[in-house]
């Protein structure tokens, strides 16, 4: 089992910055990659980043250059993984989901919680 808390939502400005977290307890030794996710209202959950437990990362195109998806590990019991939004549109207004994906004995996903970012003025 994963356990994932998220923290970092809020209200912001257009043009404004957030720092999300994610951090992930319990069998984190086969974490295969973390990322983030969104949901607005009345459409489909949507990959804005994630980064392999090998470094890569991959953006959707609507994000890059604006978000920084990074992670830091302590001693395999507990991995963060974070989410840098600066820029911040209007658009970008949804509730964000931490997701998690291990390997033991195949790929089990994990989500967080999910936290609102709203983005207006």
């Known amino acids: 089992q994963v356990q994932l808390v998220e923290s970092g939502g809020g209200l912001v400005q257009p043009g404004g910055s957030l720092r999300l977290s994610c951090a992930a307890s319990g069998s984190i030794f086969s974490i295969n990659s973390m990322g983030w996710y969104r949901q607005a209202p009345g459409k489909q959950r949507e990959l804005v980043a994630v980064v392999a437990i090998g470094g890569n990362t991959n953006y959707a195109d609507s994000v890059k250059g604006r978000f920084t998806i990074s992670t830091i590990s302590r001693d395999n019991a507990k991995n963060t993984v974070y989410l840098q939004m600066n820029s911040l549109k209007p658009e970008d207004t949804a509730v964000y989901y931490c997701?998690?994906?291990?390997?033991?004995?195949?790929?089990?996903?994990?989500w967080g919680q999910g936290t609102q970012v709203t983005v207006s003025s």
């Open positions: 997701k998690v994906v291990v390997l033991v004995g195949g790929a089990r996903t994990y």
